[in-house]
């Protein structure tokens, strides 16, 4: 059984910054596939960024350069930093890891980005 917990979420002003935590408890590895993906009222669950089974990673295209992922495998633990949000980034924030049968959401953190 695996466990995700994220972190960090909140109030933010358009432009600022959010760093998001997710640790992960139970039977993980550095080859699973672990990454976040955001969903806001109203839309679809969509990635935002992931660590893939080997090691690479991959961005939504329109949040690549403004939103950083990133991983202490020790810890097992991954992060996001989030830059220069936008009000569009408002949305609750899921972490995610997959691998051979398997696939874990965590609960999910919200981010709230005031215009």
């Known amino acids: 059984q695996v466990q995700l917990v994220e972190s960090g979420g909140g109030l933010v002003q358009a432009g600022g910054s959010l760093r998001l935590s997710c640790v992960a408890s139970?039977?993980?590895?550095?080859?699973?596939?672990m990454g976040w993906y955001r969903q806001a009222p109203g839309k679809q669950r969509e990635l935002v960024a992931t660590?893939?089974?080997?090691?690479?990673?991959i961005y939504a295209h329109s949040l690549k350069g403004r939103f950083t992922i990133s991983r202490d495998n020790a810890k097992n633990t991954v992060y996001l930093q989030m830059n220069s949000l936008k009000a569009e980034d408002t949305a609750v924030y899921y972490c995610?890891?997959?691998?051979?049968?398997?696939?874990?959401w965590g609960k999910g953190t919200l981010v709230t980005v005031s215009s």
């Open positions: 995610r890891v997959t691998g051979r049968d398997m696939d874990y």
């Open positions: 139970g039977s993980i590895f550095s080859d699973n596939a």
């Open positions: 660590f893939t089974s080997g090691a690479g990673t």
